[in-house]
T-cell receptor
Framework: EAQVTQNPRYLITVTGKKLTVTCSQNMNHEYMSWYRQDPGLGLRQIYY???????DKGDVPEGYKVSRKEKRNFPLILESPSPNQTSLYFCASSPPLGTQYFGPGTRLTVL | AQSVTQPDIHITVSEGASLELRCNYS??????LFWYVQSPGQGLQLLLKYFSGDTLVQGIKGFEAEFKRSQSSFNLRKPSVHWSDAAEYFC????????????FGKGTHLIIQP
């Protein structure tokens, strides 16, 4: 089944403790993106990647890092999480000129 | 910079009534337009998209949307809503099919009255 998977689905952590949210797709898509969703703000893009080793900032990249060492994986790294990064995070993938497919989401709470 | 405006934060509709959700966009080139639906606690599901061609596009679950370039709009419609349509609806715009990322509106929360 074609899908985008994210892990973990739920995470509660404390300020300053480094964490990684994994994202994997099995559709051989070149493009992958990370978004955060906050009430009343919709979804905002954090980072995107056009292929292996090619990444670029989205609209809200501060406090986040990404890497794309393999085509299928696009982890989101929070080196020093803060409470304002409490949010619902979505990973997405797509082919060039194609529709984005979204993962199920990761709900992160930073205390 | 591209932007999407969904003027209605909440809309309440009676079951069986018709529905129209508004979306206005700002984009410098030919836009790629999308409507996604998010049910409570769920991820995003694509309802329909417009890339080019016929300005009236059909989607899943009986939804349709019409692209009006002169009004910079891409409104979503359904002739008769069902209780299961209660959800959050997002309009989005992108370039290159949206592959390098989408700009989303803030969403419209649809409530269905029995």
């Amino acid at each position: 089944e074609a899908q985008v998977t994210q892990n973990p689905r739920y995470l509660i952590t404390v300020t300053g403790k480094k964490l990684t949210v994994t994202c994997s797709q099995n559709m051989n898509h070149e493009y992958m993106s990370w978004y955060r969703q906050d009430p009343g703000l919709g979804l905002r893009q954090i980072y995107y990647s056009m292929n292996v080793e090619v990444t670029d900032k989205g609209d809200v990249p501060e406090g986040y890092k990404v890497s794309r060492k393999e085509k299928r994986n696009f982890p989101l790294i929070l080196e020093s999480p803060s409470p304002n990064q409490t949010s619902l995070y979505f990973c997405a993938s797509s082919p060039p000129l194609g529709t984005q497919y979204f993962g199920p989401g990761t709900r992160l709470t930073v205390l | 910079a591209q932007s999407v405006t969904q003027p209605d934060i909440h809309i309440t509709v009676s079951e069986g009534a018709s529905l129209e959700l508004r979306c206005n966009y700002s984009y410098g080139a030919t836009p790629y337009l999308f409507w996604y639906v998010q049910s409570p606690g769920q991820g995003l599901q694509l309802l329909l998209k417009y890339f080019s061609g016929d300005t009236l596009v059909q989607g899943i679950k009986g939804f349709e949307a019409e692209f009006k370039r002169s009004q910079s709009s891409f409104n979503l419609r359904k002739p008769s809503v069902h209780w299961s349509d209660a959800a959050e609806y997002f309009c989005a715009v992108g370039s290159g099919g949206g592959a390098d990322g989408l700009t989303f509106g803030k969403g419209t929360h649809l409530i269905i009255q029995p």
